[in-house]
T-cell receptor, first 106, second 113 residues
Framework: DAKTTQPNSMESNEEEPVHLPCNHSTISGTDYIHWYRQLPSQGPEYVIHGLTSNVNNRMASLAIAEDRKSSTLILHRATLRDAAVYYCILNNDMRFGAGTRLTVKP | SAVISQKPSRDICQRGTSLTIQCQVDSQVTMMFWYRQQPGQSLTLIATANQGSEATYESGFVIDKFPISRPNLTFSTLTVSNMSPEDSSIYLC??????????FGSGTRLTVV
C-alpha cells in the first residue's frame, strides 16, 4: 500500500489559490516528498519535490510540515489547465495512492 | 529532464498471446520502474528494474507473467505474457531523472480481446 493519503477530490475556482494536502505519517528521514500530476490520457508529470524546507518552482510551491508528516502543494493561481489528478508519493517507496482529482471551475 | 520513448503507444492483442513494451531513455539511468494503470484508477507498481540484476516484483506480480529485461542503462522491456482481457490496461515506464524527480513515459494502452 502507498505510504501517502490524500483527499479523493477538490474543487477550485479559476485564478484562485489551491492547497492540496497530503499525509505521510510514516515518512523516514531519507524520504523525499514528490508531487506529480496526471492530465487525461497522459503519463504523470513531475511538479515539485522537497525534503524538509519549503520549495518553490515555476509550477507550484511545496510546504512541508515541521515534523514532515504532512505536506501541501500550493497552486498560486489555478487555471483550467491545472485540472488533473495530483499524486503525492515518497521517493523511496514509489507506490501511488489514489491521488486528488482537482476540478477547476471557470 | 530525461526523455523517454515508449513503444508501442497502443495495441490490440488476442488473448493467449504476448506483447513486449519497450522503453528507451535518452540518458543513462540506474533504476527503471514499470507501472500498470487500469481505467479510472491510480498507478500500480509492477516492478523495479536495475541494470545488471533481476527485477524486483511487487506483491501480485510475477516474473513468469511480466518478464522484464534491462540490458543496459538506457533501455528496458516489459512483456505481458499469455494475455487475458484482465490485462487490458495502460502500462508505463518511469526513470529517476537527476534533477526533476521521476519522468514517465507516455504509456502503452493495451486492449486484449
Amino acid at each position: 500500500d502507498a505510504k501517502t493519503t490524500q483527499p479523493n477530490s477538490m474543487e477550485s475556482n479559476e485564478e484562485e489559490p489551491v492547497h492540496l494536502p497530503c499525509n505521510h505519517s510514516t515518512i523516514s528521514g531519507t524520504d523525499y516528498i514528490h508531487w506529480y500530476r496526471q492530465l487525461p490520457s497522459q503519463g504523470p508529470e513531475y511538479v515539485i519535490h522537497g525534503l524538509t524546507s519549503n520549495v518553490n518552482n515555476r509550477m507550484a510551491s511545496l510546504a512541508i510540515a515541521e515534523d514532515r508528516k504532512s505536506s501541501t502543494l500550493i497552486l498560486h493561481r489555478a487555471t483550467l489547465r491545472d485540472a488533473a489528478v495530483y499524486y503525492c508519493i515518497l521517493n523511496n517507496d514509489m507506490r501511488f495512492g489514489a491521488g486528488t482529482r482537482l476540478t477547476v471551475k471557470p | 529532464s530525461a526523455v523517454i520513448s515508449q513503444k508501442p503507444s497502443r495495441d490490440i492483442c488476442q488473448r493467449g498471446t504476448s506483447l513486449t513494451i519497450q522503453c528507451q531513455v535518452d540518458s543513462q539511468v540506474t533504476m527503471m520502474f514499470w507501472y500498470r494503470q487500469q481505467p479510472g484508477q491510480s498507478l500500480t507498481l509492477i516492478a523495479t528494474a536495475n541494470q545488471g540484476s533481476e527485477a524486483t516484483y511487487e506483491s501480485g506480480f510475477v516474473i513468469d507473467k511480466f518478464p522484464i529485461s534491462r540490458p543496459n542503462l538506457t533501455f528496458s522491456t516489459l512483456t505481458v505474457s499469455n494475455m487475458s482481457p484482465e490485462d487490458s490496461s495502460i502500462y508505463l515506464c518511469s526513470v529517476l531523472d537527476r534533477y526533476d524527480g521521476y519522468t514517465f513515459g507516455s504509456g502503452t494502452r493495451l486492449t486484449v480481446v
